[in-house]
T-cell receptor, first 111, second 114 residues
Framework: ETGVTQSPTHLIKTRGQQVTLRCSSQ?????VSWYQQALGQGPQFIFQ???????GRGNFPPRFSGLQFPNYSSELNVNALELDDSALYLC??????????FGPGTRLTVL | GDSVTQMEGPVTLSEEACLTI???????????LFWYVQYPGEGLQLLLK?????DKGSNKGFEATYRKETTSFHLEKGSVQVSDSAVYFC?????????????FGGGTRVLVKP
C-alpha cells in the first residue's frame, strides 16, 4: 500500500510569485486535507477536498486555492506569495470520516 | 470554536524515565482525539487515537485515555528511549462539523538524553 506523497520537498520563491504544491493520496482514500505549519507551531487547517469538491475551509485568504482530481490527488495553489507564507505545507488523506494520514510535507521559503 | 491546549516544552528526560504530556480540549461537539508525532524534518505520524469517552489508545508503549469529564487526553509512556525524541501534537476532530478536519495543539518537544 502506497502512503501519502508530496512534491516538491523544498521550494524557494520570492514575494509576489505563485506556487503549486502537489499531493498524492493513499490508496483507497477519497479525501485530502491541507495544513500549514509555521516554524515551532501546530498545523493549521487550510481546506479539505472530498470527491473533487471543497468540503470545509479554514481561516485562510482566497489566494490559497486548491483542486482535487478524479484519482483523488490534489494541488494547493498560493498566489501573490507573502513572507508569512513561509512554512511546512502538509497534505493528509483519509476516508471522509476516518483518521487522517500525513505526507512528509513541502517546505516553502518565501524571500 | 474548537481548541486544543497542551503543555509547552521542551521536556528533557533521561532514558528510561516516565513521560507525561498534558492535553486538554474544548469542542462544541463530541470529538475524536489523537496524538501525532513529528520527527525532525518529517511529516506527522499517527501515534494513537480514541473515539469515545473512556477509550484508551495505545501504541509503541504510549497510552492516552479519553476523559470526557475533564476534557483531557494526556499522553503517557512508562520508560522513554532516545528514539522517542520528537515533537508530539495533540489534536481533535469534531465529528459534528463538516468533514473531519483536525484542530491541533501547539506541540510539545521532547528530548530524551542517554
Amino acid at each position: 500500500e502506497t502512503g501519502v506523497t508530496q512534491s516538491p520537498t523544498h521550494l524557494i520563491k520570492t514575494r509576489g510569485q505563485q506556487v503549486t504544491l502537489r499531493c498524492s493520496s493513499q490508496s483507497g482514500h477519497n479525501t485530502v486535507s491541507w495544513y500549514q505549519q509555521a516554524l515551532g507551531q501546530g498545523p493549521q487547517f487550510i481546506f479539505q477536498y472530498y470527491r473533487e469538491e471543497e468540503n470545509g475551509r479554514g481561516n485562510f485568504p482566497p489566494r490559497f486555492s486548491g483542486l482535487q482530481f478524479p484519482n483523488y490527488s490534489s494541488e494547493l495553489n498560493v498566489n501573490a506569495l507573502e513572507l508569512d507564507d513561509s512554512a511546512l505545507y502538509l497534505c493528509a488523506s483519509s476516508s471522509i470520516t476516518d483518521t487522517q494520514y500525513f505526507g512528509p510535507g513541502t517546505r516553502l521559503t518565501v524571500l | 470554536g474548537d481548541s486544543v491546549t497542551q503543555m509547552e516544552g521542551p521536556v528533557t528526560l533521561s532514558e528510561e524515565a516516565c513521560l507525561t504530556i498534558n492535553c486538554t480540549y474544548t469542542a462544541t461537539g463530541y470529538p475524536s482525539l489523537f496524538w501525532y508525532v513529528q520527527y525532525p524534518g518529517e511529516g506527522l505520524q499517527l501515534l494513537l487515537k480514541a473515539t469515545k469517552a473512556d477509550d484508551k489508545g495505545s501504541n509503541k508503549g504510549f497510552e492516552a485515555t479519553y476523559r470526557k469529564e475533564t476534557t483531557s487526553f494526556h499522553l503517557e509512556k512508562g520508560s522513554v528511549q532516545v528514539s522517542d525524541s520528537a515533537v508530539y501534537f495533540c489534536a481533535l476532530s469534531d465529528r459534528e462539523a463538516a468533514g473531519n478536519k483536525l484542530t491541533f495543539g501547539g506541540g510539545t518537544r521532547v528530548l530524551v538524553k542517554p
